[in-house]
């Protein structure tokens, strides 16, 4: 299916605002706080900010949610970057399409707390959760970019913890090779509207040193899938993250994992951010609404 007109905007847009300002670790924050105040919670939507493990957080509610299902969503931004107000445009509608109850943390971010504490943090307000009486199998774990490797790595500290898993991993356009590998940083850079890898580089070397990048819980596509939950990947034909992954998927399957890889044309690095503005975001969010009632 080919890109709507408004993609074919919004993907200029992006270019101009993000790509080529080329901007530094301070004004990617400041940036991302001025476009957070744009944004008006949709009716039919509550917003609860508490206080969780030491970690500022916020329970995004649904009117009609269910009771029962919780989305924990870890935001993406490079590991240096995010917090609750930058994705609440993307969260609050995922919230309302899928119809469950969102929690949206902020943990600690680099290069102030470097790796492992964005780790801790995430752990922590899992198992926050189970101590709540959440069961894991209503709990759903997602996450965009280096949110979306975060997920997997939580996964994997989970598993070989011995603690119970979430249902299943939503991953929009995940970050999860930090030693950059695939062959997507050469033949994407330059359709990629929103990242490079020279920037991606920056921010891996704030998060952990350079011998630490093949870490399995830096860089989840080094990592054994074995019983994972179920998996959902999104990502953009037009992203230098491609292979991140196709990685993943490729390397969840060979380990028995039920996987779905959603490549979408002409889509850039999480084009979900853009929620209403523009279609494909809402599908994007409808296919995930199929895919969480299959498990």
Request: charge should be negative; aromatic fraction near 8%; charged fraction near 20%.
């Amino acid at each position: 299916m080919k890109p709507s007109l408004r993609a074919y905007f919004w993907r200029f847009v992006m270019r101009k605002m993000l790509k080529e300002r080329h901007l530094t670790l301070a004004q990617n924050r400041v940036s991302e706080a001025q476009m957070a105040a744009f944004f008006r919670l949709p009716k039919r939507l509550r917003l609860e900010k508490i206080v969780l493990a030491g970690l500022a957080a916020a329970w995004i509610r649904p009117d009609d949610a269910d009771p029962h299902k919780i989305l924990l969503y870890l935001h993406g931004g490079g590991y240096v970057a995010g917090s609750i107000d930058s994705h609440l445009m993307l969260c609050a509608p995922l919230a309302q399409t899928l119809k469950v109850n969102l929690l949206l943390p902020e943990y600690r971010l680099a290069p102030e707390n470097p790796f492992p504490a964005a780790l801790e943090d995430a752990l922590a307000v899992y198992r926050w959760l189970l101590a709540q009486g959440h069961r894991p199998e209503n709990i759903l774990l997602a996450g965009d970019s280096a949110g979306g490797g975060l997920a997997v790595a939580v996964t994997l500290a989970l598993r070989e913890a011995g603690d119970p898993l979430p249902a299943a991993l939503l991953c929009l356009s995940p970050w999860c090779d930090l030693t950059h590998q695939g062959q997507s940083h050469v033949t994407q850079a330059k359709s990629d509207a929103v990242l490079t890898t020279a920037l991606l580089k920056e921010w891996a070397a704030c998060y952990t040193e350079e011998s630490n990048l093949s870490n399995p819980l830096v860089s989840p596509v080094y990592a054994d899938f074995h019983g994972f939950p179920p998996l959902l990947i999104q990502v953009g034909s037009e992203e230098i993250l491609l292979d991140d992954a196709r990685a993943l998927a490729e390397k969840a399957r060979a380990a028995g994992v039920r996987v779905e890889l959603d490549i979408w044309d002409g889509m850039w690095h999480v084009w979900h951010i853009l929620a209403d503005l523009l279609p494909e975001s809402g599908q994007a969010f409808r296919q995930i609404a199929r895919f969480i009632q299959t498990v």
